[in-house]
């Protein structure tokens, strides 16, 4: 089954694939954990839920863990490029500071984004 727009989005806003790599399975379970209440106010596993995230939230926390992971790093060759543990772990850091502070506008579902623009067939 294919990725929903959502799981490709964070998965690109963490570098997912990237050292230190999160799984797949760990990208479902950061979208699991920033689940909020839907656009008709249901809270996530109620009845007609539209599953809806802070996907600033994920992102964030996707930098944690890979922060942590980088703490345990030592300095190694990632494609071709020479980057210290220092440097990765660095970087894990400021990717943190980029996705804290300001609240992440939710992904409209296709139906929402149809009904506001009245473009879809």
Known sequence: MPDSAEKTRLKAMTAWDRE??????????LL?????VDVNGVAP????????????AAAREGWKWKAGRAA??????????????????DHCKAMIREYSGTASPKMPSRDEECASTA???
């Open 20 to 29: 230190p790599t999160l799984s797949d399975a760990e990208i479902d379970s």
């Open 32 to 36: 699991s954990l920033a689940q909020v």
């Open 45 to 56: 596993g109620g009845d007609d839920y539209v599953p809806t995230h802070n996907l600033r």
């Open 119 to 121: 473009t879809c067939v």
């Open 72 to 89: 345990e790093l030592q300095s190694t060759d990632l494609d071709g490029d020479r980057m210290s543990a220092n440097q990765i772990y």
